[in-house]
């Protein structure tokens, strides 16, 4: 078997295992209703998107690896690119790493270098997938908090004010709110839902917020107030945030030209004196030198992308 074919085919094999054991806890869920209460009225109650908020921590070798992957619970159903186009991806990205890693370690060294990149990069798509899903839902705090403070203010209860948000909001809030509904549903405090949407999330603000309301829950006072008071914190937070992107933008652009830079010169050299880049496509050394050259732009590019993620988080 090539490397290229050997590389694809192992991948393929991690990304379904991690599927596997990440959707293992909703395929329980719904055998305990089933033996509960039968198939016909399980699949009445019980929509293809789970509305059970879960934490993302999860135990077992399986739990770790997909959330280290980014196959986390909650979140899957708001993939941005169909699951095959990303495994297609991920499996060409091994397969041409490992091919090109046999002009300097051929043998079973390479494959394994192409096993490393395509879970790499399977795992660069699903994060990158969570981080636009966090961007998108971290801009649009402000006025789910802002619309719960007006419904409160109306002389709703909190709940009904959640029920608007549920309703109102776009995505990715919304689908949050409703896993939220489901969960108070069931009997669990909005307090703790309000957490579990900051497990899945990893945005302090539902944290902020779920305390605010179990201290209101517990203590009295007024709870317009105190939702008015986050909403002003969390505008601020967004836009020094949006703020912070603005300053990077600096940096990107200079990850951009150190990128670009190389093939340009590479192909104004050729340009003006054809056959003098050559050797590096047919001598062995030349691909060899190649082949390094491209590992540490990829390796510089993903230090100053670090870097910058650094810099802008919070």
Request: aromatic share 6%.
């Amino acid at each position: 078997m090539s490397p290229l074919l050997a590389a694809a085919a192992v991948v393929l094999l991690l990304a379904a295992l991690a599927l596997l054991f990440s959707n293992r806890d909703d395929r329980r869920l719904k055998e305990r209703l089933t033996d509960q209460y039968g198939a016909r009225q399980v699949r009445r109650a019980v929509p293809e998107q789970s509305v059970i908020a879960r934490p993302m921590a999860r135990g077992g070798l399986g739990g770790r690896l997909s959330s280290w992957v980014g196959v986390a619970p909650g979140v899957l159903a708001n993939r941005r690119m169909p699951l095959p186009i990303v495994l297609v991806l991920s499996g060409t990205v091994g397969g041409l790493a490992a091919w090109g890693a046999t002009m300097v370690v051929p043998g079973l060294p390479a494959v394994m270098l192409g096993v490393i990149a395509a879970v790499g990069s399977l795992r660069m798509i699903f994060l990158w997938e969570l981080g636009k899903h966090r961007e998108e839902a971290f801009k649009q705090i402000p006025d789910a908090i802002g619309l719960m403070v007006r419904a409160v203010r109306a002389g709703l209860p909190v709940g009904e004010a959640v029920r608007s948000v549920a309703r109102e909001m776009p995505d990715p809030t919304r689908a949050e709110f409703q896993r939220l509904l489901g969960e108070t549903a069931i009997g669990t405090p909005l307090e703790k839902a309000l957490w579990g949407i900051y497990e899945r999330t990893n945005l302090r603000e539902y944290a902020f917020l779920s305390v605010v309301i179990g201290l209101q829950s517990q203590t009295g006072g007024s709870l317009a107030e105190a939702l008015d008071n986050i909403a002003d914190i969390v505008r601020k937070r967004v836009a020094m945030a949006a703020k912070a992107q603005a300053l990077a933008g600096q940096a990107k652009a200079s990850a951009g030209i150190l990128v670009a830079l190389p093939p340009f010169a590479g192909a104004a050299v050729s340009f003006i004196k054809p056959g003098y880049l050559d050797a590096l496509f047919v001598d062995p050394r030349g691909n060899n030198l190649l082949t390094m050259a491209l590992v540490l732009l990829t390796l510089g590019l993903l230090t100053i992308r670090s870097m910058i993620k650094r810099s802008t988080s919070e």
